[in-house]
Nanobody, 122 residues
C-alpha cells in the first residue's frame, strides 16, 4: 500500500481544512486507515482512525467534535475534515494504513504517507 497525503496549508484559527490521502494497492480497502500528526519537537500522535467499512471512527480527545474522518473505498481515499482549527493543531499530518485493527501507537501501523503541513495562525 502506498499513501499520498494532500490538502494541508495555512489557515486562521477557527477555519477549516480537508486533508485527503490517496492510496494505491488492493490491500487498502481491507485495511484500517488513520491520521497522525507530529508537531515540531514532539512525538507523532494519534488523531483519528476508521475501520474497513468506514462506519466506526475513533478520535483523539483533543480533536473529538471538531475533526471527522471518512473513507471512500471506491476511490481508495481517506479524508480528514478539520473544523474549528486551533493553533495547537499545527503539525505535519500523516495518513497511515494498518492491516489489522486500530491502535493509537504509531509503531503498530504498517504503511505511511509522506505527510502534509497544517499551520494554524492565531
Amino acid at each position: 500500500v502506498q499513501l499520498q497525503a494532500s490538502g494541508g496549508g495555512l489557515v486562521q484559527a477557527g477555519g477549516s481544512l480537508r486533508l485527503s490521502c490517496a492510496a494505491s494497492g488492493r490491500a487498502f480497502s481491507s485495511s484500517f486507515a488513520g491520521w497522525f500528526r507530529q508537531a515540531s519537537g514532539k512525538e507523532r500522535e494519534f488523531v483519528a482512525s476508521i475501520n474497513r467499512n468506514g462506519d466506526t471512527p475513533n478520535y483523539a480527545d483533543s480533536v473529538k467534535g471538531r475533526f471527522t474522518i471518512s473513507r471512500d473505498n471506491a476511490k481508495n481515499t481517506v479524508y480528514l475534515q478539520m473544523n474549528s482549527l486551533k493553533p495547537e493543531d499545527t503539525a505535519v499530518y500523516y495518513c497511515a494504513a494498518k492491516l489489522s485493527g486500530t491502535s493509537a501507537n504509531p509503531r503498530s501501523w504498517n504503511y505511511w504517507g509522506q505527510g502534509t503541513q497544517v499551520t494554524v495562525s492565531s
